[in-house]
Structures are given as C-alpha cells and as structure tokens.
C-alpha cells in the first residue's frame, strides 16, 4: 500500500475535473507533480506541489497558486481519508490523514509481509545493470569494493521495484595491461622453478598475489617455458594468468555476496564465436551514415602524447551530444577501446537491453558522453545509457590512512577490508554516502557498537524488534501473536506521537523503494534506514522513564498487540531494506 501513489492518484482526479471544466488543459501529465512526506511532520502527513507546477497553465483562470490550492484542498476535503487539508506558503498543500487511514497501512504491511513495497514484476522494465569490471591484473581494491556494493545493491533495489535485472560483468581481458599480466606471471613462473628473481621490475604487476599463478603455470608446463621468446609462450601465460585473476575476483566478490549472471569477454568481441563484433558494429554505423575519414583538431590545452594529426576513421559522436567525433581506429590499425566498447553495447542491445546503467570509477567521467552517443545511435535513440560514477575510497586506521599491503602491492585489498570488520559493515558503509562524493572509511569506526556506527544503529533496531517479539511471547503465554493476529490488533489505540512518527515511516517505505529505484540511489535506502532506526530508538529511550509507553504491558492484553503489529511492521521494513543492501538482519546482537 503505497499512499503517497494513492493520493497522487487522488489528486490527479480532482486536476482532471478542472480541466473537464475548461480551467486548466487537457490530459496535464501527472509526473509533474509530487507527492511527498512534508519537511515537517507537524505540518501533516502528505504535502503535494501541484498548484505550484501548474501555476502557469492555470493562469488565465485563476489568480494564483493559492487560489488553485484553495480549490484541490476543498475537493479534498470531501474525501473520507482526509482529516485536514490546507494551503501553505504560496500554493503548497499539506494533507492530515484519519487515523483509520494508517490502521490500513499497518495492517497492509503485516499482510504483505516480506513482500512490502515490492513493484509489480508484471510491469517491470528489463535492465542490465554493470559494475565491478575491474581489469583482470590482480585482487580487488577497496575503490573497486565500492562499486561492487553500489551495483549490487542498485541491482537489488531495481530487482524489488518490479524490474528485471541482469547483474553482468565485462571482463577487460584485451590490450596492454594483459600481457604485462602475462610478463608478471611468466616471471612468478620462474620464481617457481627456483630462480631468484630479485625486486620485481619497475612496469610489472609486484603484488604476491601473482605467487599462485606462477606455481601453477610451472606445474602444468614444467621449464618448457624458460629460455623461449616472448612470442612462444605469451598466450599460454596470458591465458592462465587471466583464468587465475578472474577466479580471486570472484572470491573475493563471493566474500561480499556478490554473484554476477553474465560474465562478458572483451577478447571475445574479436576471436569469439560471432567473429569480429566490433567491425560489425563499426559496419553498423557506417550503413547509418555515421562514420567518415578525417582529422580532428588538436585538443585544447597541452597535447596528450598519443595524439596524432592524421587522417582517421572516425564517429560522427557530436550529432549526439559529445563534444568531439572519436576515432574508432589506431594509427597502426588495430581498433580503440571506444570501438570495442561500442561493439560491447551493441550486444547488450541485440540482447534486448534498452535500460543499461553501467557503474564506473570516477576516473572515467570524461568517457560518459562518447558512450552516451554510441548508444543512442545503434539503437535510433530507443536505448538508454545511464552511467553512474563512484568516487574514490580513503581507508583509515585512527585517524591515519592506510594505503598499502603486502598481498596488493601497492594497494589494500578488498578481501583484507572484509576479513578485518565484516561484510555488513562493508555494504552498509559503502552505501552510507551517495556514490559520487568521497568515501572515508574508518576501519575502527565500523566495528563500534555504538550509535555513532551506522550499520551497527540500524542492525540493532532490528534486534530490538525482535527481543521485543520475543518477550512478548514470553509474557503472554499461550497467546495467538502470529502475524494475522496482530494484524487484527485494535490499531486505533496507537496514539502517542512516537508510535505514530513510526506508523508514518513504515507508511513511507513503498515510496522510497519507488523514488530509489528511480533515482537509482539506493543510498537513500540507507539514510531512510538510519532514520527509521533512530526513531525506534528514540521512542524505546522515552519508554524507560515512562513505562506506560513501553512496547509489551503485561496489564492491557489489547495495547500490546496493537503495539506489537507496530513492532512487527517496523521488523518487516528493517529487513527488507537490509535485504536490500545486501546486509543481515540480526535477531540479536552479541
């Protein structure tokens, strides 16, 4: 049950009856407007803009906002949901709901149980959603967690908002930075059959965690490798270097929860089964008039080294918002990364993917418009490219950062985060700050079990919903506290304003899953979470100087349940939206 939808639908209703009456146009688009819980809840429990965005279209019949306000809010008045509807400022209207309306939303969420704020899959969009692609050279760091656990969790929230999402990785297994993996395993390789290999040099991949894979290309190859030239032996060590890096990441990925549907081969675009995807592609916006030969000026500011004045093959990016055309074509032939990532796309769309969001490192902001452009013009504009950046990680031990590890070279892994605080502390954190601001993740911090720790504040909440069911069913012995029977509790006894601050919060979940999904935020998940949980434990605090507030009293049978549908509820929601995230839902907390 979702009443911020209800209304809207409501208030739709009533606009569509002035327009009937020729005072506003015809079919006005009801995304125009919102719905939404007030700044202030002592102003009510709904607010709506409508006068306001319809201000101008409702000049000619009425002087103002205000006045158009003052006509929805006399509608409004007639219906039985509504206690109190009232202008504010110059045309906002803030709604006071009857008490029975959240008794139903109560009731609705113990009766939809888990599922509670889901969308209707029936209608749900198809998404491929990308993220983690990290280059197959070595483990995974804390920067490349963060976008692990955005994707994840955006993937999930997509999935509960009714959409049908595909959770896909694209392996970078083509270009440079594999053949120096290669280099560095055939050098770990030789480390393994015992000869000293000093300081590992300077371009080479100097992390241990290259060890494991030398030691296997030695067993399976035995010294047939030592001695030859770089061109006998590349693939085989290139191959089972990538195999090996691949197989860490998804451990480590496994360590946070994280399993990918798709697993997509950059190679594969070229020496695949489907032959060359990115000449077809190329093929493909040559056909549409989209690729030409000719030269770019020179960039402004100081010249990149890899920047040619010569005759290119070229995209025509800039008939789709991009600030430049692009080359698609190297000077010695071979094609650019843009060119396979255009092939890249390609597919996803012949996959039948027109929502795609893909999750980057924030290095990669200057990269969004050419795709952005490539996208729209394989698929005539039907497709959408929805990027998402996440800003660097900054990993700190009191106050000092951390930077570096053995296992990682120059870099602390994600695996050591994990082993050291826990994967509930690593999702909930990476969540807890919108994903393209700065991260600093304090690794003594997430492990507190304090207020001050967010992850721990909100699994806590939980607990104490549960320990508070538990007692119940301790005190009232025998008693019928099974979810159906609490949802037919007298909610009406709810009256304090603590109980009914956290019946106006459960009554807002279906709407945040809503606005999350399609912000593609799942952050606010997070915040909404903390608010929920601090609100809880607001009203547990006021129930220790004033007993009769408390949760389970042992002299009103009546109130208890009623008190306890409220419990259950607020466990429901608590759950859900740490299912979300990827993080547990404790019964209890040692």
Wanted: net charge negative; hydrophobic share 45%.
């Amino acid at each position: 049950m979702n009443i911020f939808a209800d209304f809207h639908s409501r208030i739709g209703a009533i606009v569509e009856t002035i327009a009937g009456d020729g005072r506003l146009p015809a079919r006005i688009d009801p995304a125009r407007f919102t719905v939404e819980p007030p700044r202030d809840s002592a102003h009510g429990d709904l607010a709506t803009n409508v006068a306001m965005v319809l201000a101008k279209d409702a000049k000619a019949h009425f002087s103002s906002p205000r006045q158009l306000a003052t006509e929805i809010c006399f509608a409004l008045a007639s219906d039985p949901d509504v206690d109190q509807a009232e202008v504010a400022g110059p045309g906002f209207i803030n709604i006071r709901l009857v008490p029975a309306m959240f008794e139903r939303i109560l009731r609705a969420a113990i009766e939809a149980g888990a599922d509670y704020g889901r969308g209707d899959a029936a209608r749900g969009v198809k998404v491929n959603v990308e993220y983690v692609s990290a280059n197959p050279t070595g483990p995974m760091h804390v920067g490349h967690g963060r976008g692990a656990v955005f994707g994840d969790a955006l993937a999930n929230l997509l999935a509960f908002a009714g959409n049908d999402v595909t959770r896909e990785y694209y392996i970078n297994d083509a270009g440079a930075q594999v053949d120096v993996l290669a280099r560095s395993a055939h050098l770990r390789y030789r480390e393994a059959l015992g000869e000293k290999i000093g300081e590992i040099p300077e371009g080479l991949y100097p992390g241990d965690y290259l060890k494991p894979a030398g030691e296997a290309l030695a067993r399976e190859f035995g010294p047939s490798l030592v001695g030859k030239p770089e061109s006998q032996w590349l693939a085989d060590a290139r191959a089972r270097a990538i195999t090996a890096m691949m197989a860490m990441i998804r451990e480590d990925l496994a360590a946070l929860n994280i399993v990918h549907q798709v697993f997509f081969s950059e190679r594969s675009l070229t020496t695949g089964e489907n032959g060359d995807m990115v000449a077809a592609a190329i093929a493909d916006l040559q056909a549409r008039g989209l690729i030409y030969e000719g030269r770019l000026p020179p960039p402004k500011g100081q010249l990149p080294d890899d920047w040619e004045d010569r005759k290119q093959t070229l995209f025509r990016s800039t008939q789709f918002g991009d600030d430049v055309d692009r080359p698609l074509k190297k000077s010695d032939g071979t094609y650019t990364y843009f060119a396979s990532d255009i092939a890249y796309h390609k597919s996803k769309i012949d996959r039948g993917f027109l929502s795609m969001i893909d999750v980057w490192g924030a290095d990669h902001g200057g990269y969004v418009k050419r795709m952005s452009a490539a996208v729209k013009a394989l698929s005539d504009g039907k497709a959408s490219l929805d990027v998402r950046l996440c800003q660097l990680v900054k990993l700190v031990r009191e106050g000092v950062e951390v930077k570096m590890s053995k296992r990682g070279g120059t870099f602390v892994t994600l695996r050591e985060v994990v082993d050291e605080v826990g994967v509930d502390a690593v999702r909930f954190m990476m969540l807890f700050r919108k994903n393209d601001a700065t991260l600093e993740f304090d690794l003594a911090r997430v492990i507190e079990q304090s207020k001050d720790n967010p992850v721990f504040y909100v699994q806590y909440a939980h607990a104490r919903c549960k320990s508070v069911l538990r007692q119940a069913a301790a005190t009232f012995k025998g008693a019928d506290l099974s979810a159906s029977a609490l949802a037919g509790a007298d909610l009406g006894l709810l009256v304090d304003p603590g109980e009914r601050d956290l019946i106006r919060l459960i009554a807002q979940y279906p709407r945040q899953i809503e606005a999350a999904a399609q912000a593609r935020e799942p952050h606010r998940m997070a915040f909404y979470l903390h608010d929920v949980a601090s609100a809880l434990h607001s009203h547990w605090n006021r129930g220790k100087d004033s007993p009769q507030l408390r949760f389970v009293n042992e002299e009103s049978g009546d109130l208890s349940r009623a008190r306890l549908a409220l419990v259950l509820s607020l466990t429901l929601v608590l759950a859900s939206g740490l299912s979300i995230l990827g993080v547990q839902a404790p019964d209890e907390m040692r």
